[in-house]
């Protein structure tokens, strides 16, 4: 199976080369991102690329002082946008009516049914909601990136408020979720040849 070569070959790089991604290749990792499977398809999430290595340097303070924040080619930030349900729904009801053909009927009525839906929702329930549509997201990436031979490391190990603050992002209605050093691995990294350790299928399957 192809899908298990390629999680056999990604682990969480630590130790990132100085060799760059490729504009090119960053586009096809948040292209397959952009079409994974998300609630409604509102995709209530966005994502950022740092790659001003200034900006990276300064981030690696509120991560915890892990420098791979900096030595990867690229940092990607993964970023819900639950501030306003509005901002959630009207770009996608937008997106929808054009290229499905709506009459102004039918994108009213969608709009409608999905603003109920997310609004009934409490700010914390919202906030929660669009942060597992993320990960959904990081779970397309992580393999698009083994399949281009990109390594990659996500990390929870953050203080979202200082990159926040760092990046502007509430400006833009954006909050930090997570963020993902993309890279190529380097020859030092030891993590590499560690065995990858995962629960055998009898345990991680429940018999009912």
């Known amino acids: 199976m192809y899908l298990e070569k390629l999680q056999q070959w990604r682990y969480a790089t630590n130790t990132f080369s100085d060799t760059e991604v490729s504009d090119e290749v960053l586009t096809q990792l948040l292209n397959a991102t952009r079409l994974t499977a998300s609630s409604y398809g509102l995709q209530p999430y966005?994502?950022?690329?740092?790659?001003?290595?200034?900006?990276?340097?300064?981030?690696v303070h509120c991560s915890y002082g892990q420098q791979k924040v900096a030595d990867s080619s690229a940092l990607v930030v993964f970023a819900t946008k639950a501030a306003r349900v509005e901002d959630i729904v009207t770009p996608y009801i937008n997106e929808l009516a054009q290229q499905r053909k709506l009459t102004d009927e039918q994108a009213q009525s969608t709009h409608g049914?999905?603003?109920?839906?997310?609004?009934?929702m409490s700010a914390?329930?919202?906030k929660e909601w669009a942060t597992r549509q993320a990960y959904i997201g990081l779970g397309t990436?992580?393999?698009a990136a083994a399949e281009l031979q990109v390594d990659s490391c996500p990390m929870e190990g953050i203080e979202k408020a200082r990159y926040?603050?760092?990046?502007?992002?509430?400006?833009?209605?954006?909050?930090?979720?997570?963020?993902?050093?993309?890279?190529y691995r380097s020859e030092q990294d030891v993590t590499q040849l560690q065995k990858k350790?995962?629960?055998?299928?009898?345990?991680?399957?429940?018999?009912?």
């Open 197 to 208: 350790v995962r629960l055998p299928l009898s345990q991680f399957r429940v018999a009912l």
């Open 164 to 183: 926040d603050d760092i990046l502007s992002l509430p400006a833009r209605g954006l909050n930090t979720a997570f963020v993902c050093p993309v890279g």
């Open 113 to 120: 049914y999905l603003i109920e839906r997310l609004q009934a």
């Open 46 to 59: 966005r994502t950022l690329v740092i790659r001003d290595k200034a900006i990276q340097q300064q981030l």
């Open 141 to 143: 990436f992580l393999l």
């Open 124 to 126: 914390a329930e919202l």
